[in-house]
């Protein structure tokens, strides 16, 4: 009888809740259906625990507390859905909260690159892992799409018997150069960073014999644990060299600076993921390893402004530069940053012709970084991408004749030897990679490295999620993934007829603008000659508008930026003439 009964209380329900004249559809609309399934079921369970079986009683607790469940929602102020739908809708919630999970491991293709695409993160874990990385049967680029790039390879290709790249940063005005390899750990803290992350890094770096940059949270003792070199990264906050007011202290600057694992000091200007922002972390964050690698009070909320204290103008950066250098023994001192107003970084290029002071490397940080969580509009729309930043860097050095006492590091989503070989051709002497050594570590862009919940402990500070790392598994991970990668990087350059990344030029790539249309990165982003700033012959719009607002004593313009509009708006492209007159010198700039 009880299929019976189902069917006539399913005929009842239907006319119930369905008729257009019936009263109950106003108690029960459509929307609430499953609200009052789930009540139903509750009573027909217990009905049929008491009399059929006992094993019904499982059935009437769900339904209970699905029960339950929906008189919260229809009482709960804070969501209109489940107000609306209870019950049923917390699937949208749920459904939200996998989202990225499912997006990725079920509907998005090897090439979406959101942040990094599933072929880029293989990559790493391949060469990690010292797993196989060839790919079978053709690429799956489209190599008739736009921004399609490829580099151009010789007939009688090179032998590379040394494959250890090197360059030497503070040659001629350091009594301490570094010999930095060309594929270096980009900056990440201690405290985005889980301990064992980076007592990874730091063994990775120490047997791979590679860099090892601190991040502006100052020098932890994991970073000295296994003795790796070190990057002392130096922001706002001077941590690990301040004094009780968060003021540059020369003093504990000494201290560490000349340790021996501390190879080079960079003052940190900005950073792709948030330039120009400061962050404050809360005090309940600040832990008492935290605490001891910043010099700061442990529970007590920490502050990194937005800008520096030690410095206000080019040439008191300058300055400061030169005053790290003495206070380190000569170890090279440089600046990160991520540009932004092209004659704030023209100011800094004049203060170096003013003072004689230059700085021994300069890291130029694209917008498209990311390690550090920041407000969306400044992820998305705030500061230079790193092709153009990176020109823009080696140009004016080159303009300004200075191009030679200065080495350039880049960052910026730099993943494979390809993303390295595209970043020196167009004026690096180094790379930097950050999430590239995170994925080598571990990590799975969960994307949740602001929650403290990253689920392979690799951006977090819980003792119980961070001992999923392994530090000598990892460790050797990091070293495998920067000595595949060089390799890789080693193969590209033999096949091009090159024999060392310094030989790269910009028009060793070329780039696909359209289906009818090819160009080499030289016609792309063209380059000046070695003095043509000190000369008046600016070429590019850029530096013919730029060149001239740029002071070495100030950061402002030298004019009232509404003057400039009418002048910006006849061309702002950074490889865009100045007249038609420097058309021919352009175009021997750009080798076909």
């Known amino acids: ?185 980009s900056a990440m803290s201690f405290g985005a960073l889980s301990a064992n992350a980076i007592r990874a890094l730091n063994r990775g770096a120490k047997d791979g014999d ?20 070190l990057i002392w990264n130096i922001g706002s906050g001077y941590f690990g060299c301040r004094d009780e007011n968060g003021h540059f202290s020369e003093e504990a600057f000494a201290q560490k600076a000349t340790l021996p694992n501390v190879k080079m000091i960079e003052i940190k200007l900005s950073q792709g993921a948030k330039p120009g922002h ?46 790290l250098r003495t206070l380190s023994g000569g170890k090279p001192v440089g600046f990160k940053l991520c540009v932004g107003h092209p004659w704030e970084w023209f100011g800094i290029v004049k203060a170096m012709l003013e003072t004689n002071i230059t700085p021994d490397f300069i890291v130029v940080d694209g917008s498209e970084g990311g390690t ?84 392979s402990g690799v951006a977090t500070q819980d003792p119980s999620r961070q001992r999923a790392i392994v530090v000598p598994d990892k460790g050797d991970r990091v070293k495998h993934f920067h000595r595949n990668t060089v390799h890789a990087l080693a193969e590209l350059l033999q096949d091009a007829g090159l024999t060392h990344p310094q030989q790269l030029r910009a028009h060793h790539v070329a780039r696909r603008i359209s289906s009818s249309e090819v160009k080499v990165l030289s016609a792309i982003y063209p380059e000046l000659e070695k003095g043509d700033l000190l000369k008046g012959n600016y070429r590019l719009k850029i530096f013919e508008i730029c060149w001239p607002l740029a002071q070495a004593h100030s950061f402002q313009p030298a004019r009232a930026v509404d003057l400039m509009a009418s002048e910006m708006n006849t061309g702002y492209l950074a490889n865009e003439k100045t007249t038609e007159k420097d058309l021919p010198a352009a175009k021997a700039l750009q080798p076909l």
């Not at 950066?317 to 030169?322: A, E, G, R, S, T």
């Not at 407000?375 to 153009?388: A, I, R, S, W, Y």
Request: hydrophobic letters at 45%; charged letters at 20%; a positive charge.
């Open 210 to 229: 590679f860099a090892h940059d601190t991040g502006e949270g100052g020098i932890s003792r994991y970073h000295l644990e296994f003795g790796g070199d």
């Open 372 to 455: 550090g969580a920041a407000p969306v509009e400044f992820v998305d729309h705030m500061g230079v991408p790193l092709k153009e930043a990176l020109r823009l860097v080696h140009n004016a050095l080159v303009g300004a004749g200075l191009r030679e006492r200065i080495k350039i590091g880049a960052s910026g989503k730099i993943i494979s030897a390809f993303d390295m070989l595209r970043t020196l051709a167009l004026g690096a002497d180094w790379c930097n990679s950050a999430r590239g050594f995170m994925f080598a570590v571990g990590c799975i862009q969960a994307q949740a490295c602001h929650t403290g919940k990253c689920p």
């Open 1 to 185: 009888f009880l299929p019976l009964k189902l069917s006539c209380l399913h005929r009842i329900l239907c006319c119930l809740m369905f008729n257009k004249g019936c009263t109950m559809l106003s108690l029960f609309p459509v929307r609430f259906l499953a609200f009052f399934l789930v009540i139903l079921g509750a009573v027909v369970s217990l009905f049929l625990g008491k009399f059929v079986a006992p094993a019904w009683y499982v059935v009437a607790l769900v339904c209970l507390l699905l029960t339950a469940i929906g008189i919260h929602d229809l009482i709960q102020p804070r969501h209109s859905v489940k107000r609306n739908y209870p019950v049923i809708g917390n699937l949208r919630f749920l459904l939200e909260f996998i989202r990225p999970e499912l997006r990725q491991y079920f509907v998005e293709s090897d090439t979406d690159t959101l942040p990094f695409s599933r072929a880029q993160r293989s990559i790493v874990y391949q060469r990690a892992k010292q797993q196989i990385d060839k790919r079978p049967f053709g690429t799956i680029k489209n190599v008739y799409g736009d921004d399609y790039e490829w580099v151009n390879h010789s007939m009688m290709p090179s032998h590379i018997p040394d494959r250890n790249f090197r360059i030497t940063v503070g040659q001629g005005q350091c009594s301490q150069p570094y010999d930095i390899s060309v594929f270096n750990i």
């Open 278 to 323: 400061g962050g404050i972390l809360p005090g309940a964050k600040v832990t008492a390893e935290i605490a001891e690698a910043r010099g700061v009070t442990a529970g007590v909320e920490c502050d990194s402004p937005a800008t520096h204290s030690a410095f206000s103008t080019p040439v008191e950066l300058l300055q400061f530069v030169q005053r």
